[in-house]
């Protein structure tokens, strides 16, 4: 049986089955996560697992709590715009985070995982990203004013520039930091290299706070923050980047691939 015949065997009838809970808010339109969808059956492939998604509308959850991610083996906050929903995200965050569950958070999922911490444990109750509130006074997410595109040309934002001319878009090269989850994740390598989809930035100015109460730096490129995690914590990383986007089935990204495998071990104890 060659490779695709075993993948694709795996993909039909897996051994092993875990749950998902997928917490966004175009659930109207599934279509929306089509690439993310499809890296986890890629990552579920060489599991040989099944990966059921629990499909959890983040505005429910602002109304409900967290009642409908109990019996998730690990919570995915994916990426999006605008404020509609982000709190439901962020109960979503929350939960994970004081419950030991694995979690994987993608751009907005990113950001979001440091506004929660920002306000539940750094106790910056007005933690905020400028997307949301342009005049927060502590503006864990911020919009920078240039950056150098993947051609080497500088790109200038403001906040009435068009939004989808001013987005850091491509791949981007990000160091990992030594001894980081993220790191092992990626076959202890220094550098990867990852696309991304998003305008506003992780702010510097508060990371040695976040990284003395437990949430780490983990990889960054050029001084722009990539990723985050709790090193307390099994299995919790944010990127900035979008792996789905680098997913293929014989080659699953690698932060994904891991990810499914924290949530198989979760539920198999």
Known sequence: MDEWDLLVKRVIAPRNDITIAFVGKYLGLKESYKSLTESLI???AHLDTRINIKWVDSETLEEDGPE???DS???LVPGGFGERGVE????AIKYARENNIPYLGICLGMQLAMIEFARNVLK???ANSVEFNPECSNPIIYLI???LDTAGQKQVRTFQSPLGGTMRLGAYECQTKKGSLLRKVYDDKTKIKERHRHRYEANPKYR???EKAGMIVSGEADGLIEAVEIK???WFIGVQFHPEFTSRLTNPNRVILAFANAALAKKNG
Do not use: E, Q, R, T
Request: aromatic share 8%; no cysteine; proline share 4%.
């Open 42 to 44: 890629h990552a579920g």
């Open 145 to 147: 004013d240039s950056f």
């Open 88 to 91: 439901g995200k962020m109960v």
């Open 208 to 210: 040695k706070d976040f």
């Open 73 to 75: 083996d690990g919570i």
């Open 232 to 234: 307390n914590h099994p």
């Open 68 to 70: 409908l991610l109990k």
């Open 124 to 126: 910056i109750k007005d």
